[in-house]
């Protein structure tokens, strides 16, 4: 069985295609056989040590945080899912979605809906669970807030956009030249082509600015908040935790930071919008598993339209 890891941390050498063993599930755990997996930055922040405050740094370390299949075995206690099911599946940090087969409990799995193909939910966990919780759980939207979101063509971007036009907020996307219709076509009302006009340069003040891409500091995006806006990145190192905790208690307007948080609920209304065709994937570009390290390293270089998706085994879509 491949899959991939990595035994130190650094840029696209270290990541190696390897033979393991094939996993025995636990008991509330299932094994699926993965046809795709989706590829976001948290794979090459673990690949050059980013997040190791949050992953630690004991190796061998899977890559790969999200991926579909189906599922070939259950544990005995597994009560919502059986062999032949297709699912999204999510491995959080833990990692190990680049891999033939990958053990994953029961609760971190979802049925795909048949109208969704295995290759468009292979991009959607990571992405839409972070696009979706930046805006309702620390972004606070609801109708009529206005939205400022910076890296709007992106993989979560792409999401942030369709989501929060369904939650009915006013929203303003971010990306170059390339993008703009693209951008408009997922549902923002006004673009803004950064290659043009400084979007730290705009005269209207946001609810909520999203950050996510980490394109800029707290300091350049404070003054486009409204007095109680917020503004939320996804980038959790030091410095933004200690800016979160400052301007919980000392501004008006605060700064928040983003660790994923698992939610099989949210996966299952992200699944029901795909399915009803109210939110769509993009995929940009396609590697097969042997060249996992080259798909990290064209997420990594940035100006991805939607998603960039490992294919492992696409016979059972």
Known sequence: MKKAEINRFGGYEVVELVEGSFPTPGEKEVVVKVSYAGVNPLDWKVRSGMMKMVTGSKFPMGLGSEASGVVSEVGNKVDRLKSGDRVVLTTGLKGGAYSEFVKVSEANCCKIPSAVSLKDAAGSYICGITALQCLTEKGKVGEGSQVLLIGASGGVGSFAVQIANLLRAEV??????????????????????????????????????????????????????????????????????????????????????????????????????????????????????????????????????????????????
């Open 172 to 317: 303003t996307g971010v990306c170059s030249t390339p993008n703009v219709d693209y951008v408009k076509s997922l549902g923002a009302q006004k673009v803004v082509d950064y290659t043009v006009e400084n979007p730290t340069e705009l005269k209207e003040r946001f609810d909520l600015v999203f950050d996510a891409v980490n394109a800029h500091s707290w300091k350049t995006i404070k003054p486009l908040l409204k007095p109680k806006g917020i503004y939320v990145n996804t980038m959790p190192d030091p410095v933004m935790f200690l800016r979160q905790a400052l301007t919980s208690v000392f501004s008006s307007k605060k700064c928040k930071t983003y660790i994923l948080r698992l939610d099989r609920e949210q996966m299952s209304w992200l699944l029901d919008k795909m399915d009803s065709g109210e939110i769509r994937v993009t995929i940009s570009k396609t590697f097969p598993l042997e060249q996992v390290a080259n798909a990290i390293s064209e997420n990594e270089i940035g100006r991805t339209r939607g998603k960039i998706i490992v294919e492992i085994d696409p016979s059972s879509n």
